[in-house]
């Protein structure tokens, strides 16, 4: 596509459910981030993708987080059991590859609320 | 831990002004950075980018500045205009973890007409 889409674009949900933000990067890059931010907070990286590699964990905050990429492509993020401290917007970026020099594409966010 | 910083969380001028923002990081490995815009709503767009090698690069009446002996990155941002009122953040790449993208907490600026 264009550029990176995220949805969806808003969830609620009740404490305890459990919920999956999609992204779909742009087509050919390699690269696929999850960060997430809260109310006028910075971002703070999730998990890292590049290629065929093992994933950078080493963001998401427990175990209740887990994200996979299918065919290199298109990632779910998953929060099992969602708090009321995971609610914030949760933003996917992809790049071309990894190396310096390849700035990171951003979508536009999925807003979530733990009620 | 390593970080990205800012020293100023806001940042008020008037339309025409010429506006800095400044940032602090503290991992010495980092060799590429970033600097984002964000408007309310919004996901981090690009602005500029500047490798370690460079210690200057210019845009569209932007500059960004990079002073690797203290550490110190800046955007500047010339005859501000009230559409660049929005959160500016500067990231880094690099270190122990190649890929990944370390962002600062953000600077406000909000530019009166």
């Known amino acids: 596509g264009a550029g990176v889409s995220q949805s969806p674009s808003n969830k609620v949900t009740e404490k305890g459910k459990d919920v999956e933000l999609r992204c779909d990067p742009i087509?050919?890059?390699?690269?696929l981030y999850w960060y997430r931010q809260s109310l006028g907070q910075g971002l703070e990286f999730l998990i890292y993708?590049?290629?065929?590699?093992?994933?950078?964990k080493s963001g998401l905050p427990s175990d209740r987080f887990s994200a996979e990429r299918t065919g290199g492509s298109v990632s779910t993020l998953t929060i099992q059991r969602t708090q009321q401290e995971d609610s914030a917007v949760y933003l996917c970026?992809?790049?071309?590859?990894?190396?310096?020099?390849?700035?990171?594409?951003f979508g536009q966010g999925t807003r979530l609320t733990v009620v | 831990g390593e970080s990205v910083g800012l020293h100023l969380p806001t940042l008020s001028v008037q339309e025409g002004d010429n506006s800095i923002i400044n940032c602090a990081y503290s991992?010495?490995?980092?060799?590429?950075f970033i600097w984002y815009k964000q408007e309310s709503g919004k996901g981090p767009q690009f602005i500029i980018d500047?490798?370690?090698?460079?210690d200057k690069r210019q845009g569209q009446r932007v500059t960004v500045l990079l002073n690797k002996t203290v550490k110190h990155l800046s955007l500047q941002i010339a005859a501000t205009q009230p559409g660049d009122s929005a959160v500016y953040f500067c990231?880094?790449?690099?270190?122990?973890?190649?890929?990944?993208?370390?962002f600062g907490q953000g600077t406000i600026l909000t530019v009166h007409p």
């Open positions: 970026a992809s790049s071309l590859n990894r190396g310096p020099g390849t700035e990171a594409f």
């Open positions: 087509s050919g890059h390699t690269a």
């Open positions: 993708f590049q290629g065929n590699s093992a994933p950078d």
């Open positions: 991992n010495s490995a980092s060799d590429y």
């Open positions: 500047i490798r370690s090698n460079m």
């Open positions: 990231a880094e790449r690099g270190g122990t973890s190649y890929g990944k993208l370390t």
